[in-house]
């Protein structure tokens, strides 16, 4: 697997998503995965605020659901949420790189995905291409971010293991690959997280990748997500103290 990530202009503003990409992507190879971090998204389709509401209020309109607490206020009063089945803090607001306005999350980052998938792939002549748009999270227990996949068109997301044999000839009972999020971790790693500016990173060299000829429809969408009652860390998740956001 390679992973190149793109250096682009230090200030975006609002704009056409599709010049943007035109502008600093000039050839596509077949079965090429493009990355794009949710913020430059959300950026050119003008889905930012200016700082004429408090962060806490955004963040509780902005969330499914939130969990507030003053001892998460040490780390700069954070809150930790679920945004469109995602456990991510702050709703995915950010302030880094904003010029001192707040960057929410892409309104329908799945719709972006596509349309971005369409006009790549015409424009280039491909017929295996994947999308995805990123962000980074924070995982319990562990510092340091990670990339993560909030959206992402032209393939699979995962790879079933289930019923296939071990090297012993067990069968796996469980395993999913998480295709979608490890290959937005890697790109969200060669990204960077600071002032790289470099917001596009192109994945190539993917033999486990499955491309799909069409955008994902909403039971492949179902597929990533867990029901909180069946998910593994269900004990936790159903005795936090969740409030519904949106407010």
Not at 38 to 51: A, C, D, F, M, Q
Request: proline share 5%.
């Amino acid at each position: 697997m390679r992973v190149t990530s793109l250096k682009t202009s230090p200030v975006m503003h609002q704009g056409d998503i599709f010049a943007f990409l035109d502008e600093w992507i000039h050839a596509l190879e077949e079965r090429t995965i493009v990355v794009i971090t949710s913020k430059v998204v959300s950026i050119l389709e003008g889905n930012v605020r200016e700082k004429t509401i408090s962060k806490e209020d955004l963040i509780k309109q902005e969330a499914g659901y939130y969990i507030e607490d003053e001892w998460l206020w040490k780390y700069y009063r954070l809150f930790i949420t679920r945004k469109n089945d995602i456990i991510i803090a702050n709703a995915g607001i950010d302030e880094s790189n904003a010029n001192d306005r707040y960057v929410l999350w892409p309104k329908n980052p799945f719709e972006t995905a596509e349309r971005v998938w369409r006009h790549l792939k015409t424009k280039h002549t491909l017929s295996s291409l994947g999308v995805i748009i990123s962000d980074s999270r924070i995982t319990p227990l562990r510092w340091g971010t990670i990339g993560i996949g909030i959206a992402w068109c032209g393939f699979q997301p995962l790879n079933d293991y289930r019923g296939a044999p071990d090297i012993f000839g067990r069968s796996l009972r469980v395993t999913k690959a998480g295709i979608l999020d490890g290959l937005a971790a890697s790109a969200v790693l060669v990204m960077g997280e600071g002032k790289e500016q470099t917001p596009i990173a192109m994945i190539t060299d993917v033999p486990f990748v499955t491309f799909v000829d069409h955008p994902p429809t909403e039971e492949e969408q179902q597929s990533m997500r867990i029901d909180v009652k069946d998910d593994i860390y269900a004990p936790l998740m159903t005795a936090a103290p969740w409030q519904k956001g949106g407010k």
